[in-house]
């Protein structure tokens, strides 16, 4: 009986909780992958796409031996859902590569472009027009980790500024201070070796 009672324990509960666990693995890795693929990384995505196809075959190997219980279809589904919401996350949490913030100004500029500068952010400035007249445009490279930081320092000294954020999917070497992490980590390397 003990025996019967586990093996429905075993089929029941725990092996959908590891389907769970082995797609929000899978589908995170997955969502990182496609990522680092569209900024061009070469050596971390078929790494990581490796870990990605070998977890996706232990997931799905588990659902095909266990083709009775319509708990792992659910638990299948839920783990792919649960890994996009995780893979998204984490990606955020590690604000990989570069974007590039535009800001558009109608009114002086100046105090705003000079906490930028303070704050060692490689600013471009151009004066245009605008649909209503004279602008003043801002361009600045920074690393997505430093968005929010950079985003705080418009809203508090040009806050009626328009200013839009682009994803960059590769930037020179340059001495534009803040865009390029510290000497000696791996985004580093990576990058030298492409050259």
Same mark, same amino acid.
């Given at each position: ?51 990605? @196809?070998?977890? $996706?075959?232990?997931?799905?190997? !588990?659902?095909? !031996? /266990?083709?009775? /219980? ?55 400035? @151009? ?30 000294? /040009? ?15 340059? /001495? ?9 980590? $791996? ?9």
């Amino acid at each position: 009986m003990d025996n019967i009672l586990n093996a429905w324990y075993f089929g029941t509960i725990i092996v959908p909780i590891l389907i769970i666990l082995a797609k929000i693995i899978d589908v995170s890795l997955g969502t990182l992958r496609i990522i680092l693929v569209s900024k061009g990384s070469k050596s971390l995505a078929p790494f990581l796409g490796f870990f990605e @196809v070998l977890v $996706w075959i232990i997931a799905i190997g !588990q659902v095909m !031996q /266990n083709l009775t /219980n319509p708990i792992n279809y659910v638990a299948y589904a839920l783990g792919f859902a649960l890994g996009n919401y995780f893979g998204i996350l984490l990606e955020g949490k590690l604000a990989l590569g570069q974007v590039i913030v535009r800001v558009i100004s109608k009114r002086d500029a100046s105090e705003l472009i000079e906490v930028l500068k303070t704050a060692k952010y490689g600013i471009t400035i @151009v004066d245009a027009i605008g649909s209503t007249g004279p602008v003043h445009m801002i361009f600045t490279v920074i690393k997505r980790s430093q968005v929010g930081k950079v985003v705080n320092i418009i809203k508090e000294y /040009n806050p009626r500024a328009f200013y839009s954020i682009e994803d960059i999917r590769y930037v020179s070497e340059t /001495n534009f201070g803040t865009i390029l992490p510290e000497k000696g980590s $791996w985004f580093r390397r990576t990058q030298n070796k492409k050259k």
